[in-house]
């Protein structure tokens, strides 16, 4: 087999990131914002979309700088290596709980909406296996997946939110601002860590075509994402009005259940296959950027191979919980909040460590 | 570890090393090698103990006496394979009636093609090629006159790859006329044929083609190690060829494209492509090949922007429902029955109420006559041809739902995807969608529409990773080229300017500048 560790270029990058951020609307984010912010929930996405242009700023600047280097090297090279590996490694951990946290709610997700019958086991592990087939085949694949897949994924999200549209009524908004303006803006900065995916995006900054490639993907898709995470949130609230949605764990699912095409009553099954398909791309790449960590970390060269073992921990680890819905609900809202100064701070002291060795001005 | 384990296993080894009571041919080859005398008789001797003339039928030795030189000559050559009317007039006439003395062969010979060979067995060769060998007593050299005449059959149209608007003509099993069909329709010296000998015993020839100032020369050189890496006895055509030098020999889907209509393969050759053609194969392989190369088929671009666009997404439409359509109703009516309209369940619960087996049995029942039907006719002698469409039709469609056996829903299920997957034109393709096609019968009848896309996806992460002569399968889609997208659907024909990207071809513009040499193509962004 003929292994590639080719570069990816702007299309594929953008692909990844859209569908790993954007399928955020289809779990349970969108109901960590209602709860804080009712009905004005749809501006949170663009609030935190807003805010996240600064440490995405620090962190492109840093990026162009060193050309071809990804977020492992450049930590090491600023912080030195003690420190370095440190905050790495706790980047590595935060990022495993975040696949558990994630791959264990949409297993439940998988379970309680579609097959209810079916041992979680079953659906974890082949969600797993596959995310595991699909990070091992490298980054160019799932990139490749990801672009190859893109439009028919969009294509069936602007079916649904046509049709919720459709059915909804606009003036469930009002109040415009919910809870109130200071509220709003406070729980969109403090649940900024939405994004911090785009932290761990820098990994792979080396492995874009250019550096440029991944300054303009970054911005991109943060525009992409954010528009689209903003109007799915209004689209849960003109349809459920905020009391109901507020109850909803999973609103995307309860929409698509909810909504119906003409002679079709049921069409949540329509949109099941492409929301799973976004869902492997997004759980490839984060077992691969997981494993790119690892790798890094413990010096494995091969690192390809530690995916599968990887991914058969992550089952364990998210099989631990045996009420998902409500105990990974309570457990990611506080994890969220304390990602967010990181997601926040880690970039600009990238920035500053990088302006104090000097390399800034060159 | 992992290959030990198989070697292991499958004892590939000991195989390989293991004795066997062979004959000792070293000294047939030392003969073979040694340089002809300038003896006639020695060497004809030479030449009918290798033959075994008289036993071997064919092979003639006529001697005769060249006039003007007082000299006993003979001509060896094998009469079912060459031209003894051309022979009699160009070679033996004028040799046998010359009166003039100080003449060289080359002189009196009227053949246009003569050349001098030393070695017993460069002369083998030829002679085995067709050839006429000319042996003159006291000369120690050869003389081999090109007079060779297989037998085959004319220009036929092409069979499987049927087109309605353009050219019918098809290659057939003589490499000289294909590379006369392809030459007629690229006129440019840059045009190479190359040929190179691949089998060490039948001696078989394959040509090489390609556009000199095109061709990526690293790729070229690719092809041809891979062609002479092969270490075989005999390749008889080009479907062997292919086994030899494809990248991955258990997989499922093509890595090389092979086509009947010289026009295809020609328009790939201006693009930048390689062509192998061999002696017996009415085809030709075309190298890198992508999976857009397996999906279009030359009509496309015959047709019109619009009607050519129409027929891509026809055929887009009967892969899907190939690959999709029996594995989705399993996975439907068996886990998300939910989803059809109250009026279609009902319907299709009353017509399986009375079927004895579960939905998925019913399937592969049908999914597998419809396989034995197929095999079956393209097996079956012409004159009782019909005979199997009845029954088939008959047994398999109605009485089979009569008997209570399938229900006729599932009947058109199975019917719509086989009728769908004649769409695909490509033999490689075509088997493999099929064959996958099975594949997601069975996950959907598991885990329904969950296992139906994780299949789905797997096998797309798959396809995605595979590369032809270091081409990724689906470029220029995915990872980008510059190139004339032409994938799903085709740009109007003006459009395409551009060479496939993934090629490095060295001129990447179709349009009429002259390159300046600078690096294109290649740039991805």
Known sequence: MEKSRGKIGIREFVAVVILTIGTKMADDTPAILFEQMENAAWMGPLLIGALSIIPLYFLTNVFTKYKGKNLFEVTLYLLGKPVGYCVLFFLWVIGGIAITIDSSIYTDIIGTMYFNKTPTLVLYAILMGICAYGAKKGLEQVGSFAWSVLFWIKVSLFLALFLTFRQGNMDFI???????????????????????????????????????????????????????????????????????VKMLNYPFHETIRYINLEF????????????????????????????LLFGGLFRVKDFEYLIPTLATL????????????????????PFLKMITPIFFLFPCLLWVMSKAKGDMKT | MRQSIFQKLFHNEKYKNQQFSEKDSSEEIAVKKQTI??????????????????????????????????????LLFINTISDTNLLEEQVLKPLSKNEGTFQSVEDIVTAPGIKRVQVVEDVLIEINRGNAALFIEGDQQV??????????????????????????????????????????????????????????????????????????HELLNKVKERVTKINVDSIQNLSMLEQHIEERTKSLFPTILYTERPDRASSFL?????????????????????????????????LRFIFGNFTRALRLLALFITLFSSALYLSVTNFHAEMLPPDLLLAISSTREIVAFPATIEIFLMEIAFELIREAGLRVPSPIGPTIGIVGALILGQAAVQANVVSPMVVIIVALGGLSSFAIGDIGMNFAVRLSRFFLILCASVFGLYGLTAMFSIGLFYLLSLRSFGVPYFAPMTPKYTSGNDTVFRSLVWNEIFRPGYLKPQDMKKTGDVSNGEKQGQNRN
Request: proline share 5%; hydrophobic share 45%; aromatic share 16%.
């Open chain 2, 37 to 74: 005398s300038t003896n006639l008789n020695e060497n004809l001797e030479i030449f009918s103990k290798l033959y075994l003339i008289p036993q071997n039928n064919d092979v003639n030795i006529r001697r005769f006496l060249v006039q003007g030189w007082h000299k006993e000559a003979a």
């Open chain 1, 174 to 244: 009002y109040p415009f601002f919910g809870p109130g303006k200071w509220e709003v803006l406070k729980s969109s900065a403090s649940n900024l860590s939405i994004f911090a995916d785009f932290l761990f995006l820098s990994l792979i900054a080396g492995f874009t075509a250019s550096p440029a490639v991944f300054k303009k993907g970054i911005w991109i898709s943060l525009v992409i994402v954010t528009i689209e995470l903003s109007i799915s949130l209004l689209s849960f609230v003109v349809l459920f009005d905020y009391e109901p």
């Open chain 2, 270 to 302: 201006e693009d930048g492509y390689i062509i192998l053609l061999m002696e017996n194969s009415p085809g030709s392989l075309i190298m890198p090949a992508t999976f857009w190369s397996f999906f279009h088929t030359s009509e496309d671009h015959y």
């Open chain 2, 143 to 216: 003389y081999i006159t090109s007079v060779s005449n297989f037998q085959g059959r004319g220009i036929d149209k092409a069979e499987n790859e049927v087109v309605i608007k353009g050219p019918k003509e098809a290659f057939n099993e003589k490499a000289n006329t294909n590379i006369s069909l392809l030459r007629k329709k690229i006129k440019t010296e840059s045009l190479i044929v190359e040929s190179m000998t691949i089998s060490k015993r039948s001696k078989n020839e394959v040509y090489v083609l390609y556009i000199h100032d095109l061709v990526d």
């Open chain 1, 314 to 333: 992550f089952v364990f680890l998210g099989m631990i919980p045996e009420t998902p819905t409500f105990s990974i609900f309570d457990f990611r809202e």
């Open chain 1, 264 to 291: 079709l009553p049921n069409i949540e099954t329509l949109f099941f296959p492409f929301w799973l398909v976004a869902l492997f791309i997004r759980f490839s790449f984060y077992l691969y950027l997981n494993a």
